[in-house]
């Protein structure tokens, strides 16, 4: 499973950062970084949760 | 046994219950029906990065046609539904194709979103022989991408409506270059539910890029001239020579195909607090009104994040009767280059501190209360301690909505 965002549809909301910090962190302008791309099996639920809760869609958790 | 779900309406809301119903394990058949031609997209980023010219609409796609058959969901773009009838459980629809203009549902969600409301005094075409005067509006891809085609440096852009899309767009055409002004018939600028609190805010983002802002200032009629293209004119007869008017007068639920259901109240589509409307019927998105159990009152949806979520709702109790929270409304909101963020019940609000940052800077964080309780927070380039302070305010909200919830079914 990988996981891509899409920086410029960001808008800084931070949920994914809430759910999955070992996944996702924010830069200094609110941004998400995405820290790990080919997450562990047992954090794809987290990664879905985040990608589920973002408000802009920024997150795609692919198979 | 509900066999055969039918979302109708393709955006935001109708997709995520359409997503959600195969992620909670529904296995029957489900129709999404769009009356555009486009794949789903983010109407967020039309007063954003599409008018700003930074995204072709492909990057604005929230999911490929592929994704979507690939999950069983059978999408029909092109789709437009014109009744339902409730008797014989069905939706019709524009197509004309045999078998495609009548759909059967067990059950129907109605996440059909609102349409930009046209002014009085802007038209689809002004009387006979005159040039149709072109007040835009802005609600859809392809609004959006004529808008774009017409924001030229050096322009005279006027957009008329001072709430937050009227800001965006007059943001984004002063980016493109065009000379804006921005006029509107209430006493100040206004972000979303926090209403005026923030205007001076506002009016100082505009002062800073120069566009000309113009409040209490009501306007009456766009007629065509020889020099500029158009006079906008306003009621106390002043008038405002302008290349492009754009009309941000706020939305309307579209839910005008419903007329004949039944299922409107005075002409809105009401919903429980989890987006039941009748027997077999569900509404979700800004088409619905949900009644909210905090304050027993049915709120409109009006934003991405909460028609994502009342989309979810409603996709788990179809699929697993599984009842959901009731979604804490949240927006943001991008004027030249400034992030805003905001979330909780803001109309509901008696007072509003100071959280973090400075009054007088480009960043602070505002906590609004009703009486003992935080209700709702608003940053302004504060991204980190928004994320921080939203996830007390969602808690201390969550508490106190399952203390409500419970009184609501007890
Ligand atoms: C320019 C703009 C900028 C915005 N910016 C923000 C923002 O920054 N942050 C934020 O939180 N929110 C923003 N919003 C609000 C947000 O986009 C909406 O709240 C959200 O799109 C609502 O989703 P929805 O699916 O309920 O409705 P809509 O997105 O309106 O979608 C309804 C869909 O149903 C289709 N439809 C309509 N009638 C029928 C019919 N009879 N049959 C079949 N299909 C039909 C329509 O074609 C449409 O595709 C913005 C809105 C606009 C217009
Ligand atoms: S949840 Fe979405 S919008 Fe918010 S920081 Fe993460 S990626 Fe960005």
Not at chain 2, 235 to 260: F, K
């Amino acid at each position: 499973m990988t996981i891509e965002v899409t920086r410029s549809a960001c808008v800084g909301a931070g949920q994914c950062v809430l759910v999955a910090d070992d996944l996702f962190d924010q830069d200094d302008d609110g941004l998400v970084m995405l820290i790990e791309e080919d997450p562990r099996e047992d954090r794809v639920d987290s990664a879905r949760r985040a990608a589920s809760l973002c408000p802009a869609r920024a997150i795609q958790v692919r198979e | 046994m509900i066999e055969r779900i039918v979302v109708v309406g393709a955006s935001t809301a109708g997709l995520a219950t359409a997503e959600s119903v195969r992620d909670a394990g529904f296995r029957g058949e489900v129709v999404l029906l769009g009356a555009e031609q486009w794949d789903p997209y983010r109407r967020p980023a039309l007063s954003k990065q599409i008018l700003l010219g930074t995204w072709k609409p492909d990057q604005a796609r929230l999911v490929e046609a592929s994704t979507l058959r690939a999950l069983g969901i059978d999408f029909r773009p092109g789709h437009r539904a014109v009744r339902i009838d409730r008797r014989s459980r069905t939706v019709q629809t524009d197509h004309h194709a045999i078998g495609t203009d009548i759909v059967r549902y067990d059950a129907v969600v109605i996440a059909t979103g609102a349409s930009a409301r046209r002014p009085s005094w802007a038209p689809y075409s002004a009387e006979a022989n005159r040039p149709a005067p072109a007040v835009h509006v802005l609600r859809t891809l392809d609004d959006a991408l004529r808008i774009a085609g017409q924001l030229v440096r050096r322009r005279r852009v006027t957009v008329v409506g001072t709430g937050v899309l009227g800001s965006e767009i007059a943001s984004a055409a002063t980016a493109r270059g065009a000379r804006v002004s921005l006029v509107g018939r209430s006493a100040g600028l206004s972000l979303g539910a926090a209403g005026l609190r923030f205007s001076d805010r506002l009016r100082a983002l505009h002062a800073a890029r120069d566009v000309e802002v113009r409040t209490g200032a009501e306007v009456v009629a766009v007629r065509p001239t020889d020099g500029p293209r158009y006079d906008v004119r306003f009621a106390d007869g002043t008038r405002l020579g302008s290349d492009v008017v754009i009309a941000a007068a706020g939305a309307e639920p579209a839910v005008a195909w419903l007329a004949d259901s039944g299922l409107l109240t005075d002409g809105s589509l009401l919903a429980d607090s989890h987006g039941r409307v009748a027997d077999r019927v569900f509404a979700v998105g800004d088409a619905s009104s949900w009644l909210d159990p905090a304050t027993g009152t049915h709120r409109a949806c009006g934003h991405q994040l909460t028609a994502m979520e009342q989309g979810r709702s409603v996709g788990r109790l179809l699929a697993a009767g599984q009842l959901s929270p009731y979604p804490i409304p949240f927006f943001w909101s991008e004027i030249h280059g400034a992030r805003v963020q905001a979330s909780g019940r803001l109309d509901i609000a008696d007072s509003v501190e100071l959280l973090a940052g400075d009054h007088d800077s480009d960043q602070a964080l505002f906590g609004f209360r009703a009486g003992d309780h935080a209700c709702g927070l608003v940053a302004w380039n504060m991204p980190k301690p928004f994320r921080n302070h939203q996830a007390a305010l969602l808690a201390e909200l969550s508490a106190a909505g399952s203390a409500a919830h419970l009184l609501e079914t007890s």
